[in-house]
């Protein structure tokens, strides 16, 4: 099991997760976990339409196929990020209010908690890595000073992951609170 390479995925994961929250400006990983209903078919919004941030306040979605588009508006009206899709017959427009204090501070919470996901994540592979190593110690593999070595450099770079992803998180609060 390669410790390193797992972790590492798992801060990818929480970053996407983080990524799918809302700050004052318009961005397209806003849309990322949309899916529409096409033709009876669960699809990621992304195989459908073009999405581009034109400025900083809108959202621009350019479908492929124009019979797509009132699917697309409700799957955007019917998702729990709260913005309202407008349909200019070529193009779906979504505008980016602003956010209010109280709002901020939700989505604050949803960033520690997407961290603390993250965190468990990384707890869960320090723990099997530490278990395998036990295992490995008991059948004679490894020496009791070579199992607590390996023990040891499980723990810091479980700790390197863990302040790699305190940093995530306070950069995504400090984006969110930007006003």
């Avoid at 900083?56 to 588009?69: C, R």
């Amino acid at each position: 099991m390669d410790l390193v390479a797992s972790m590492r995925k798992s801060l990818e994961a929480t970053q996407r997760n983080f990524n799918t929250i809302r700050t004052g400006r318009a961005n397209t990983s806003l849309l990322d976990k949309i899916v529409v209903e096409y033709y009876g078919a669960d699809t990621p919004l992304k195989s459908l339409a073009t999405v581009s941030a034109p400025d900083a306040q809108t959202i621009q979605i350019q479908p492929f196929d124009m019979s797509a588009m009132a699917m697309i508006e409700k799957a955007i009206a019917t998702s729990d990020l709260g913005l309202t899709p407008n349909n200019d017959g070529k193009l779906i427009r979504i505008n980016i209010p602003p956010l209010t204090e109280e709002r901020r501070k939700e989505l604050c919470k949803l960033a520690s908690k997407y961290a603390e996901e993250g965190k468990v994540a990384l707890r869960n592979l320090r723990r099997d890595a530490i278990d395998q190593i036990k295992k490995q110690e008991k059948e004679g593999e490894l020496s009791e000073d070579l199992s607590r070595d390996e023990q040891d450099k499980v723990q810091k770079q479980t700790d390197k992951s863990i302040a790699e992803l305190e940093k995530l998180l306070a950069d995504k609060e400090a984006d969110i609170l930007k006003v």
